[in-house]
């Protein structure tokens, strides 16, 4: 029932969820704004006006082939259009291989993303 939520704990909850994510994505976000081969799409700033969603294109890869590498490292990311068939076209990619897209939430650590980062070194050459 909509009427008894606590409002001010569930606001409450979000911010200490944004607090905890912010600096994975400017983590994240600074190591891939530092390759010359990586565009990410999307806000490229860490914020308060985005979520923990981080997606990119290489330039020479598919997203598919990144995707692929980095699973077998046992770290789940995904790739595609993700609903956005329309948008990946607007913004001239191939709707098909889409974007490469990392999901940070509050329950991740800076080891995981470090490990992440160590993958990306491997897998984006």
Do not use: W
């Amino acid at each position: 029932d909509p009427q008894t939520l606590d409002r001010p704990a569930i606001e409450r909850a979000f911010e200490i969820m944004t607090v905890c994510e912010l600096p994975l994505q400017a983590r994240l976000i600074a190591y891939l704004q530092s390759r010359d081969d990586v565009r990410i799409v999307g806000p490229t700033e860490a914020g308060e006006s985005r979520v923990g969603t981080i997606s990119f294109v290489h330039d020479s890869k598919s997203s598919a082939e990144i995707t692929a590498a980095v699973d077998r490292s046992g770290i789940g990311i995904r790739h595609g259009h993700m609903y956005a068939y329309h948008l990946c076209e607007a913004a001239g990619l191939d709707p098909e291989d889409g974007v490469v897209r990392t999901s940070l939430v509050h329950y991740n650590t800076m080891e995981e993303i470090e490990r992440l980062i160590e993958v990306f070194d491997t897998v984006l050459g």
